[in-house]
Protein backbone atom coordinates (compact mmCIF):
# COMPACT_ATOMS: atom_id res chain seq x y z
CA UNK A 1 0.00 0.00 0.00
CA UNK A 2 1.67 3.13 -1.53
CA UNK A 3 2.73 5.68 1.64
CA UNK A 4 -0.28 8.00 0.71
CA UNK A 5 -2.88 5.66 0.56
CA UNK A 6 -2.10 4.41 4.37
CA UNK A 7 -4.08 5.84 6.69
CA UNK A 8 -2.41 6.26 10.48
CA UNK A 9 -6.07 4.54 11.45
CA UNK A 10 -4.73 1.78 8.93
CA UNK A 11 -1.82 1.44 10.88
CA UNK A 12 -2.29 1.43 14.21
CA UNK A 13 -5.10 -0.89 13.63
CA UNK A 14 -2.82 -3.10 11.89
CA UNK A 15 -0.13 -2.96 14.80
CA UNK A 16 -2.69 -4.31 17.56
CA UNK A 17 -3.37 -7.17 15.43
CA UNK A 18 -0.08 -7.88 14.82
CA UNK A 19 0.81 -7.19 18.79
CA UNK A 20 -2.02 -9.43 19.55
CA UNK A 21 -0.83 -11.95 17.50
CA UNK A 22 2.79 -11.73 18.13
CA UNK A 23 3.39 -9.98 21.03
CA UNK A 24 5.95 -7.19 22.14
CA UNK A 25 8.56 -9.98 21.02
CA UNK A 26 7.51 -10.58 17.54
CA UNK A 27 6.40 -6.60 16.72
CA UNK A 28 8.34 -4.86 14.24
CA UNK A 29 8.12 -2.22 11.26
CA UNK A 30 8.93 -4.78 8.77
CA UNK A 31 6.43 -7.21 9.88
CA UNK A 32 4.39 -4.67 10.00
CA UNK A 33 4.73 -3.04 6.20
CA UNK A 34 4.07 -6.97 5.19
CA UNK A 35 1.02 -7.06 6.99
CA UNK A 36 0.06 -3.73 4.97
CA UNK A 37 1.16 -4.59 1.89
CA UNK A 38 4.04 -1.17 2.09
CA UNK A 39 6.96 -0.56 2.90
CA UNK A 40 8.51 0.14 6.71
CA UNK A 41 9.54 3.48 5.58
CA UNK A 42 5.81 5.00 4.67
CA UNK A 43 4.81 3.55 7.69
CA UNK A 44 7.64 5.43 9.78
CA UNK A 45 6.51 8.60 7.67
CA UNK A 46 2.36 8.33 9.20
CA UNK A 47 3.66 7.56 13.20
CA UNK A 48 7.35 9.05 13.43
CA UNK A 49 8.80 5.75 15.28
CA UNK A 50 7.90 2.40 16.22
CA UNK A 51 7.36 3.78 20.08
CA UNK A 52 5.18 6.28 19.14
CA UNK A 53 3.16 3.60 17.34
CA UNK A 54 3.01 1.17 20.31
CA UNK A 55 1.64 3.73 22.27
CA UNK A 56 -0.90 5.00 19.68
CA UNK A 57 -1.76 1.31 19.73
CA UNK A 58 -2.27 1.14 23.48
CA UNK A 59 -4.52 4.15 23.24
CA UNK A 60 -6.81 2.41 20.74
CA UNK A 61 -6.71 -0.42 23.37
CA UNK A 62 -7.50 1.62 26.10
CA UNK A 63 -10.37 3.54 24.28
CA UNK A 64 -12.14 -0.27 23.71
CA UNK A 65 -13.37 0.33 27.74
CA UNK A 66 -17.04 0.96 27.67
CA UNK A 67 -17.96 3.69 30.47
CA UNK A 68 -20.88 3.30 32.80
CA UNK A 69 -23.22 6.06 33.18
CA UNK A 70 -22.83 7.40 36.81
CA UNK A 71 -26.51 8.80 36.91
CA UNK A 72 -28.25 5.64 35.88
CA UNK A 73 -26.35 3.10 38.49
CA UNK A 74 -24.12 3.06 41.36
CA UNK A 75 -20.94 3.75 42.39
CA UNK A 76 -19.91 -0.26 43.12
CA UNK A 77 -21.61 -1.50 39.83
CA UNK A 78 -19.84 0.81 37.91
CA UNK A 79 -16.32 0.38 39.83
CA UNK A 80 -17.36 -3.24 39.48
CA UNK A 81 -18.16 -2.65 35.15
CA UNK A 82 -14.67 -0.22 34.86
CA UNK A 83 -12.32 -2.88 36.43
CA UNK A 84 -14.23 -5.82 34.20
CA UNK A 85 -13.93 -3.66 31.28
CA UNK A 86 -9.96 -2.88 32.16
CA UNK A 87 -9.26 -7.09 33.19
CA UNK A 88 -10.86 -7.88 29.96
CA UNK A 89 -9.15 -5.69 27.48
CA UNK A 90 -5.72 -6.63 29.37
CA UNK A 91 -6.88 -9.85 28.53
CA UNK A 92 -7.53 -9.20 24.73
CA UNK A 93 -4.55 -7.65 24.87
CA UNK A 94 -1.83 -9.35 26.62
CA UNK A 95 1.58 -7.32 24.86
CA UNK A 96 -0.38 -3.96 27.43
CA UNK A 97 1.15 -5.33 30.60
CA UNK A 98 4.48 -5.90 28.31
CA UNK A 99 4.40 -2.37 27.29
CA UNK A 100 3.76 -1.26 30.93
CA UNK A 101 7.79 -0.74 31.63
CA UNK A 102 9.35 -0.07 28.50
CA UNK A 103 6.84 2.55 27.17
CA UNK A 104 4.91 6.06 28.73
CA UNK A 105 0.99 5.13 27.70
CA UNK A 106 -0.50 8.78 28.48
CA UNK A 107 -3.20 9.40 25.57
CA UNK A 108 -6.78 10.39 25.21
CA UNK A 109 -7.93 6.57 25.26
CA UNK A 110 -6.61 6.24 28.60
CA UNK A 111 -6.92 9.73 29.86
CA UNK A 112 -10.83 8.67 28.72
CA UNK A 113 -10.91 5.44 31.27
CA UNK A 114 -8.60 7.62 33.91
CA UNK A 115 -11.35 10.66 34.35
CA UNK A 116 -14.08 8.56 34.60
CA UNK A 117 -12.92 5.90 37.11
CA UNK A 118 -12.32 9.20 39.48
CA UNK A 119 -15.63 10.35 38.95
CA UNK A 120 -17.03 6.68 40.04
CA UNK A 121 -14.98 6.74 43.47
CA UNK A 122 -15.91 10.74 44.01
CA UNK A 123 -19.29 9.84 43.76
CA UNK A 124 -18.44 7.32 46.16
CA UNK A 125 -17.78 9.61 48.75
CA UNK A 126 -14.09 9.58 48.14
CA UNK A 127 -12.66 13.06 48.16
CA UNK A 128 -8.96 14.25 46.93
CA UNK A 129 -6.30 11.78 47.35
CA UNK A 130 -8.22 9.32 48.79
CA UNK A 131 -10.20 9.47 45.24
CA UNK A 132 -7.17 8.73 43.82
CA UNK A 133 -5.99 5.93 46.17
CA UNK A 134 -9.26 4.12 46.09
CA UNK A 135 -8.81 4.26 42.15
CA UNK A 136 -5.20 3.22 42.44
CA UNK A 137 -5.92 0.11 44.23
CA UNK A 138 -8.57 -1.13 42.43
CA UNK A 139 -6.18 -0.57 38.99
CA UNK A 140 -3.09 -1.92 40.34
CA UNK A 141 -5.29 -4.91 41.74
CA UNK A 142 -6.76 -5.80 37.95
CA UNK A 143 -3.14 -4.84 36.60
CA UNK A 144 -1.93 -7.61 39.10
CA UNK A 145 -4.63 -10.26 37.77
CA UNK A 146 -3.78 -9.97 33.91
CA UNK A 147 -0.05 -10.17 34.59
CA UNK A 148 -0.64 -14.14 34.79
CA UNK A 149 -2.22 -14.24 31.46
CA UNK A 150 0.16 -11.61 29.98
CA UNK A 151 3.17 -13.91 31.53
CA UNK A 152 1.73 -17.70 29.95
CA UNK A 153 1.22 -16.12 26.21
CA UNK A 154 4.44 -14.54 26.45
CA UNK A 155 5.64 -17.48 27.09
CA UNK A 156 3.65 -20.24 24.54
CA UNK A 157 5.37 -17.83 21.97
CA UNK A 158 8.87 -18.42 23.18
CA UNK A 159 8.39 -21.96 24.25
CA UNK A 160 6.20 -23.14 21.03
CA UNK A 161 8.67 -23.70 18.25
CA UNK A 162 10.06 -26.61 21.09
CA UNK A 163 7.50 -28.49 22.40
CA UNK A 164 9.86 -31.15 24.02
CA UNK A 165 11.21 -27.86 26.13
CA UNK A 166 8.01 -26.59 27.48
CA UNK A 167 7.18 -30.42 28.61
CA UNK A 168 10.60 -30.53 30.08
CA UNK A 169 10.07 -27.35 31.86
CA UNK A 170 6.65 -28.34 33.48
CA UNK A 171 7.83 -31.42 34.43
CA UNK A 172 10.65 -29.85 36.60
CA UNK A 173 8.24 -27.47 37.75
CA UNK A 174 6.18 -30.32 38.84
CA UNK A 175 8.91 -32.01 40.55
CA UNK A 176 9.66 -28.70 42.89
CA UNK A 177 5.69 -28.26 43.77
CA UNK A 178 5.64 -32.07 44.79
CA UNK A 179 8.25 -30.85 47.59
CA UNK A 180 5.56 -29.02 49.24
CA UNK A 181 2.55 -30.29 50.63
CA UNK A 182 -0.08 -27.34 49.71
CA UNK A 183 1.43 -27.34 46.46
CA UNK A 184 1.65 -31.15 46.02
CA UNK A 185 -2.34 -31.28 46.85
CA UNK A 186 -3.28 -28.69 44.14
CA UNK A 187 -1.24 -30.12 41.46
CA UNK A 188 -4.35 -31.86 39.14
CA UNK A 189 -6.13 -28.46 39.90
CA UNK A 190 -6.62 -25.90 36.87
CA UNK A 191 -4.50 -23.67 40.14
CA UNK A 192 -1.37 -25.71 38.55
CA UNK A 193 -0.90 -24.50 35.46
CA UNK A 194 1.53 -21.53 34.60
CA UNK A 195 0.70 -17.91 36.44
CA UNK A 196 -2.50 -19.61 36.88
CA UNK A 197 -5.25 -19.37 39.39
CA UNK A 198 -8.59 -21.18 40.34
CA UNK A 199 -11.80 -19.92 38.24
CA UNK A 200 -13.32 -16.50 39.56
CA UNK A 201 -10.21 -15.59 41.53
CA UNK A 202 -10.63 -12.17 39.65
CA UNK A 203 -14.22 -11.54 40.66
CA UNK A 204 -13.82 -12.46 44.21
CA UNK A 205 -10.76 -10.40 44.81
CA UNK A 206 -12.37 -7.64 42.99
CA UNK A 207 -15.26 -7.65 45.05
CA UNK A 208 -13.50 -7.80 48.33
CA UNK A 209 -11.38 -5.26 47.35
CA UNK A 210 -15.07 -3.13 47.05
CA UNK A 211 -15.62 -4.23 50.21
CA UNK A 212 -13.12 -2.86 51.86
CA UNK A 213 -13.34 0.48 50.43
CA UNK A 214 -17.50 0.31 51.34
CA UNK A 215 -16.16 -0.31 55.21
CA UNK A 216 -14.14 2.75 54.55
CA UNK A 217 -16.57 4.69 53.30
CA UNK A 218 -19.45 3.66 56.39
CA UNK A 219 -16.37 4.14 58.64
CA UNK A 220 -16.22 8.20 57.41
CA UNK A 221 -20.07 8.62 57.06
CA UNK A 222 -21.94 6.49 60.09
CA UNK A 223 -25.14 5.33 59.08
CA UNK A 224 -24.35 4.98 55.70
CA UNK A 225 -25.58 1.60 54.12
CA UNK A 226 -22.54 -0.09 51.82
CA UNK A 227 -22.50 0.87 48.81
CA UNK A 228 -24.97 3.88 48.25
Keep these: MPRDTLTREQIVQAAVELLD?????????RALGKRLGSAATAVYWHVGSKDNLIALAADQAWSEIALP???????????TAMA??????????????????????????????DDHTLAVYEAAGFTGALADQAAAAVFTFVLGNALGPAAAASLSRKLSGDGQLMRDNMA?????????????????TPAAAYAAAPDDTFAFGLQALLDGLDAQLAGRHP???PGE
Design 21 to 29: AEGMEGFNM
Design 69 to 79: DLTATGWRTAA
Design 84 to 113: EGLHAMLTRHPWLVQAFGSFLMFGPGKARY
Design 172 to 188: EAREIAAQFPRLRARLE
Design 223 to 225: GTA
